[in-house]
């Protein structure tokens, strides 16, 4: 169980977590290309925190099934946690290529622009975002925070945390 539904102590989550990881170690012993255990182990060190491995795992089912959406997406998202955003760019603009219609997938794309500092970029692709799901709140959201960031009304902000918080 990756999220905590108040069933179990912290300490027995943890616990939990680190026994499901070393069972996927087992399992990418004898089927190392196995990409589906790698995910779900970069999602359990996700839920940990631990954003570093969790990046190394869901690049390696990345570099092993590039296509499916949630792979890329995590992916993404942990380039960004460990401040790597060039490579959260690469990655996110080749995913959203191969899904056009995929708005979550832009709006993810213009999240690892704005951090890399290509605001100018990161607004026209919010925008490509919120044009496939007008109704999205979250990217209705990020488009005003962007926005905000272009016109000088807030700070760039160097860290997802700093883009959530808005405190950039």
């Known amino acids: 169980?990756?999220?905590?539904?108040?069933?179990?102590?912290?300490?027995?989550?943890?616990?939990?977590?680190?026994?499901?990881?070393?069972?996927?170690?087992?399992?990418l012993k004898i089927t190392p290309g196995h990409w589906q255990s790698l995910w779900i182990r970069g999602k359990a060190y996700q839920a940990l925190s631990e954003h570093e491995d969790a990046r190394a795992s869901f690049a390696s089912a990345y570099t092993i099934q590039p296509d499916p959406p949630d792979v890329a997406r995590e992916h993404v998202v942990e380039l960004l946690q460990v401040r790597r955003p060039a490579d959260a760019v690469r990655?996110?603009?080749?995913?959203?290529t191969k899904h056009p219609q995929n708005a979550g997938l832009r709006a993810n794309l213009a999240v690892a622009l704005v951090l890399n500092g290509d605001t100018r970029e990161a607004q026209e692709v919010v925008r490509e975002a919120l044009h496939l799901d007008p109704n999205d709140q979250?990217?209705?959201?990020?488009?005003?925070?962007?926005?905000?960031?272009?016109?000088?009304?807030r700070n760039a902000p160097r860290t997802l945390k700093e883009l959530e918080g808005g405190d950039g």
């Open 138 to 153: 979250i990217t209705a959201a990020l488009k005003a925070r962007i926005d905000e960031v272009a016109s000088g009304k």
């Open 1 to 27: 169980n990756l999220i905590d539904r108040g069933a179990a102590s912290s300490k027995e989550r943890v616990q939990h977590l680190r026994a499901g990881i070393a069972c996927l170690d087992r399992v």
């Open 91 to 96: 990655v996110a603009r080749a995913i959203s």
